[in-house]
């Protein structure tokens, strides 16, 4: 299982343009695993992306919406992009700017579902 | 918001817009209250800020005796609040952060902030003042003088 | 009340200490910001009615005026011991769980005021506007005869046009339901937007919009990523964008999850563009 989830995470950061991959407790915006981060305060990345990704989420709840499947908060000089997973955890990848947004989108999916 | 050190306002309000925290009290190891936010009542201050210290020094001492070198900060979840407390080092000694959040915040913020607030203090903290000794009358004297300042009564 | 009033109902207190005239002239004088006489007035009357709930409701009254809001508290505090059911306290507790942002409580503590005296200034409105910001339905179960009707159910009213007469997204996809635009405090100032079942939700999903721009905008600055351009989610049934058009206002569109975020980022410039072009028009 921590195989699977080291390697989930590490087949985000090959993606051309992402500087971390970590996987977070949403509730709580913790740390629950990374890779490769080096230069990143892991754990200010993920109490802040639990942030965003909560606020978003009560806001499509009081639009009468699921909870979002897939948040993108483009800056200036990079991006978080995270995909929520079962058992109340997220994977967040922290990206330059430019970076294929999709395939990064494909690969946090694909360790979401890993965490299944 | 109110504090006895005016040195610790500047970072405390910063911790509280960052935090979202709803409770903040900051004591010394003793219990003595150095700052607080969001108490409504002196009583609540006092009984908060003397579990905190007996929390923080039972922990410290099952860590002693267990020599498992206990956590200087715990952290409690409950269904709809969540407190975090946190012992941390000053040219004063040894001070206690008991902080209140709900769902506006998280554990992760907290403690984020929270770190960034003690190394402000730190920073801030005036040089260490000369020891003396602490009557019990002092001690009550000064612990009403907190609250009189505190709650402003 | 004049000064002719007040001068009056100090000279029958004058003359009777242990009448209860304290009160209306504790009020007047706390209405006309002689916050320190009403002040000297209400602990007065306090050490001769110490368990009257009136006596602790106005005293909580002059000192929330003077902005001590823990002794407030714990006036009305002890009022609501003295009755339960005084509508004063429970609407000066509900407004200071509000400030401080327990809406839950705020919101039970105004039902409980308003239920106590339906007619009471303003605790209707406050009570739905509490009931929105949780997006609640309004009042669904109304505490009392004479409550305001359910104001989710009604309709959004329609944004304010331009000196011109033009709405904000005229033109625009989408301009009543699906784009919204609204102020750093949450406040919405133009578009709309329903829920699937068709209820109008703008107002409310502004009002959690704004904590989002804040979360944005201190997580792109704590980790040294720039300022934020924008946010996009996807949920089952929709995607979504927002952006700021200025740096005091955020625009949200909603679509139909059949519309890709790519399309949706080129409608929010569109959107944007004419969200600043209004909101040079109205300033």
Known sequence: ?116 | ?153 | MSIEDIRVLTSQLAADPSSLVFLPLGEALRRRGQLEAAEKIALAGLTRYPDLADAHDLLARVLGDQGDLERAFDEWDIALRLDPRHAGAHKGIGFLFYVAGDLPKALEHLESAHAADPGAEGVAAAVARVREALALPALASAPAAGATPPVAAEPEPLPPPLPGGRAVFAGLEGAQDGLLLLDGNGLRIGGGLSAPDGTAVGDAVAAHLAGVFRDATRAARLLHLGSWTSVAGETTDANLFLCAPTPESLLLLVRDNSVPIGRLALQAERAAEAARRWLEGAA
């Open chain 2, 1 to 153: 918001m109110r504090v006895i050190e005016p040195w610790v306002a500047e970072p405390l309000e910063r911790f509280l817009a960052e935090s979202a925290a709803r409770v903040v009290l900051l004591t010394t190891s003793s219990g003595q209250v150095v700052a607080q936010h969001g108490f409504t009542r002196a009583l609540d201050v006092m009984s908060a800020s003397a579990l905190g210290a007996a929390i923080m020094a039972s922990t410290e001492e099952l860590g002693r005796l267990t020599a498992s070198g206990a956590s200087r900060s715990l952290s409690h979840q409950g269904p709809s609040r969540g407190l975090f407390l946190s012992a941390f080092d000053l040219p004063q000694g040894r001070w206690i952060g008991l902080v209140v959040y709900d769902r506006d915040s998280s554990l992760g913020l907290v403690r984020l902030f929270f770190d960034r607030l003690v190394g402000e203090l730190q920073a801030v903290a005036p040089a260490e003042v000369p020891a003396r000794e602490v009557l019990a009358a002092d001690f009550e004297n000064e612990l009403n003088a907190s609250l009189r300042s505190l709650f402003g009564r």
């Open chain 1, 1 to 116: 299982m921590r195989l699977d989830i080291v390697g989930s995470l590490e087949s985000i950061t090959r993606v051309r343009g992402v500087r971390g991959a970590m996987i977070v407790s949403a509730e709580e915006g913790l740390v629950v695993a990374e890779s490769s981060m080096e230069g990143i305060d892991g754990a200010a990345v993920a109490a802040l992306t639990a942030g965003v990704v909560a606020r978003l989420g009560r806001a499509t709840e009081a639009a009468g919406r699921t909870a979002p499947a897939f948040v993108h908060l483009q800056a200036e000089r990079g991006a978080l992009l995270a995909v929520p997973a079962p058992g109340d955890l997220l994977v967040v990848a922290v990206t330059d700017a430019a970076v294929n947004v999709g395939l990064v989108r494909l690969e946090l999916r694909r360790a979401a579902e890993h965490l299944a």
